[in-house]
């Protein structure tokens, strides 16, 4: 049978719209919308058989039943859920994509109208597939957006049978590089393990926290994450680094990397300019970032999967004279060596208890005095330098206190560069 014999099959069992007869034959012709390809083959048929083609009302068709005639309605429907039409702020998005929850009865329908006509069942395309694209096209008319199928800013889900649309405004990103200028802060917000961070034991104030219910006062979340939350008018912030420094020492230099996720934002398009000025001045010279861009979900993952070695400086103090002799003999036989780490006992309530390889690519030494000393180490990612120079009571080899022979303990310690080993690590394509 030629497709006009398989259209007028089509056409037997009811009334049936354009669009769905259009689309069983979707595969079969391209250029043209459903409804008019239904129309098309409608009109060649009539003129085949000598007669008038007659249209059918959308309204009475009992595939859809009605249905393909409301793109537009459903359309409106969408964009009202972010157009701020309830007193909200608009929501601010560049792409969108649409899915459709089909009814089960028209998805029936529609296996049973192939099957009358003798079609395979995979026949043009499903009901549900037309309804996307056609209410698609439209919300991006509407709202002046592009559709992505792979993460858009904003996702709307038409639930047909219930008659009701979903939105899901998706997460937005700001990555940057932070410095830490003061000791005792952690990276990310610490809870009080005493009270669980909720600043109460049983009726009284936690004594740990201060009914805080944090460890510490201040965090770089704290002091950074709050402000775009408020800029890009979110939900929820999520703070996301690469690695992060002991809360004992600060991170100078070029900084480390970071991004943090706002949760359905509804502004986007912010001046990151502004907002690191707008940080700064928050942080108040605790902490100062810089570099801000927008960028995509994959800098998540390509910050917190970062290879990096990094450089640090160690202020040093001996339990006994060092000469500058010794001293420089030291870092020389450490330097490029392979250093086994077993977990440290400052942290292995925490981490998993075995032994780590680690690399120390350079090290140097200043003698201040007799007892003192400056120590700059490039070592590879996990590398414990408070246990390099302390060798942790034999967890850690080699030391420097095990190469000297004296104990070593670190007084203060500064990160000054993370860097990332391999290609570039910002490239473009993972920003907006």
């Not at 700001?174 to 990276?187: C, E, S, W």
């Not at 690469?242 to 943090?260: C, K």
Request: glycine share 10%; proline share 4%.
């Amino acid at each position: 049978m030629g497709i006009l014999d398989d259209a007028r099959a089509l056409t037997e069992g009811g009334p049936i719209c354009n669009a769905c007869l259009g689309r069983a034959f979707a595969d079969r012709s391209y250029g043209l919308t459903n409804g008019e390809r239904g129309r098309s083959l409608r009109v060649a048929a009539a003129l085949e058989d000598d007669e008038e083609p007659e249209d059918v009302d959308p309204a009475d068709c009992w595939v859809c039943e009605g249905l393909c005639e409301r793109f537009d309605e459903w359309a409106e429907r969408a964009t009202a859920t972010v157009d701020g039409g309830n007193g909200d702020e608009p929501v601010e998005f560049e792409t969108y994509q649409v899915g459709t929850r089909a009814p089960p009865l028209v998805e029936e329908n529609e296996a049973l109208l192939r099957e009358m006509a003798g079609l395979p069942e995979d026949a043009g395309e499903p009901f549900k597939s037309e309804f996307n694209r056609e209410v698609g096209k439209r919300v991006g008319r509407l709202t002046d957006t592009a559709v992505d199928f792979q993460r858009p800013d904003v996702q709307f889900i038409l639930d047909v049978e219930s008659d009701t649309v979903e939105t899901e405004v998706n997460s937005a990103f700001v990555y940057g590089r932070y410095r830490k200028l003061v000791r005792d802060i952690p990276q990310t917000e610490w809870p009080c393990r005493e009270c669980d961070g909720s600043g109460r034991q049983g009726r009284q104030t936690c004594d740990r926290c201060g009914g805080s219910g944090y460890l510490y006062e201040d965090s770089v979340e704290g002091l950074s994450s709050p402000v775009v939350l408020d800029v890009m008018d979110g939900v929820e912030s999520l703070f996301h680094g690469a690695g992060r420094e002991d809360v004992d020492a600060l991170m100078l230099g070029t900084g480390r990397p970071f991004v943090i996720e706002i949760k359905e934002p509804r502004r986007r398009d912010v001046d990151v300019e502004r907002l690191e000025g707008d940080i700064n001045a928050f942080a108040d010279g605790k902490v100062e970032v810089e570099g801000l861009r927008l960028a995509e979900h994959d800098m998540v993952e390509r910050v917190k999967s970062l290879d990096a070695s990094k450089i640090y400086r160690a202020e040093v103090e001996f339990d006994a004279d060092v000469s500058e002799a010794t001293l420089s003999e030291a870092v020389e036989e450490l330097t490029g060596a392979t250093v086994e780490q077993y977990t440290p006992q400052r942290v292995d309530h925490r981490r998993a208890n075995l032994t780590r390889t680690r690399h120390v690519y350079d090290a140097t030494a200043e003698r201040v005095d007799e007892r003192h000393a400056t120590v700059e180490v490039h070592g590879e990612g996990g590398l414990y330098i408070k246990e390099l120079v302390s060798g942790d009571d034999g967890r850690t080899e080699p030391s420097l206190a095990g190469v000297l022979g004296v104990s070593a303990v670190v007084t203060a310690l500064d990160v000054l560069a993370v860097e990332g080993e391999d290609e570039p690590f910002e490239r473009e394509e993972f920003f907006r």
